[in-house]
């Protein structure tokens, strides 16, 4: 039941193919676009384009940047001994956001997951292991999900980590800051006991 | 603060510029694009510009189409002595799905809107009363959402279409189907007693 012209339908699927955009909000994204004066809906199309041919993976640390290699892997100021490993690129956002770390990173694209068919090959692990060999890495931070397939990974590459000789760090569990510990689930607290500290 | 590409800002800042879609979704959005096979990406780009340059208003009904006349306003089988005004192509399609109504259609594209500076040459009237004046047109039913802008504009055409002696009538107001009255607001309630039908 299409009432809709064919490219218009087309644009719709498109749409409703994206996470998290189901057929209604596709729809209006669609009408959205089409009342766009043109060369807005252009641009838009364009920004796909440019964005899939000239972002890629930086060459030593798999982050996404349009050089060869990412501005952080370049910098003289970031201290290069030190290998912070997340999964997605979003993930470095959400460290740097912070001004704190001020080493390098690793982005693995991806945790192990053998429910979806992901295995050590799929996900840049080789990478990793290259950069530790050659590299004069001292120390590489563990900084996937805390959840089971994050958790799983991590343990994963600190165990093929073992022979480098290299300490293998994790982010610590605990109470968010700010938070009520009334809300905290038994698992952090547990863990916010375990990992308790000296004041 | 930028730790991705141009290329990638460019596109998230596009997404952003959706309607519904916050900075997080549009980030979200954005990677999964990335993540796309280029093929896919391509096509996604491709469906932009092809339904921005081929879709464009019915010239009778203008309603949203590829042709030079929709296939609601083609149609031998369509009643076309009855025109349905509604606000937006969207609408048309919800009333078609109720497989109902056999006459057709009038798209505004918007309806009259002093705050947001929306007059009455900013919407397809003068193409309803073209219509009106020339076509066969018995019955112009308003089919405007029954908030203020579209109760105000479907009395402004109302007014308008009083020369041509046309029937003008307006969708019934009152209990949606399968509701409950305990939830019904009361002026809905109300418009359901006044226009009370015998049984």
Redesign the interface.
């Known amino acids: 039941?299409s009432?809709?012209?064919?490219?218009?339908e087309?644009?719709i699927?498109?749409f409703a193919a994206?996470?998290?955009?189901g057929r209604k909000?596709a729809?209006?994204?669609?009408?959205?676009?089409?009342a766009?004066p043109?060369e807005n809906?252009?641009?838009?199309?364009?920004?796909?384009?440019?964005?899939?041919?000239?972002?890629h993976c930086c060459k030593i640390c798999q982050n996404?940047?349009?050089g060869e290699v990412c501005s952080i892997c370049q910098s003289d100021r970031r201290d290069k001994t030190t290998i912070c490993v997340v999964s997605?690129?979003?993930d470095?956002?959400s460290i740097?956001?912070g001004h704190e770390y001020n080493g390098t990173y690793h982005v693995l694209h991806g945790v192990l997951s053998p429910m979806s068919h992901v295995g050590p090959e799929d996900i840049r692990i080789k990478e990793l292991l290259h950069r530790v060999a050659e590299e004069d890495v001292e120390e590489v931070i563990m900084a996937t999900n805390p959840d089971t397939e994050g958790e799983a990974t991590a343990m994963y590459i600190s165990r093929l980590l073992k022979p480098f000789q290299v300490k293998v760090t994790r982010l610590a569990y605990g109470i968010p800051v700010g938070s009520n510990l009334e809300f905290a689930d038994d698992a952090t607290l547990n863990r916010a006991i375990e990992g308790r500290t000296e004041m």
Chains 1, 2 share one sequence.
Not at 3 to 8: D, H, K, T, V
Not at 18 to 21: F, S
Not at 27 to 34: G, I, P, Y
């Open positions: 039941m009432f809709f012209p064919a490219s218009l087309n644009l699927d498109q994206l996470p998290g955009i909000s729809q209006r994204l669609a009408f959205h676009v089409l766009l043109e809906a252009l641009a838009f199309a364009n920004a796909i384009t440019e964005a899939r041919r000239s972002v996404l940047t349009e997605e690129p979003r470095v956002l740097e956001r």
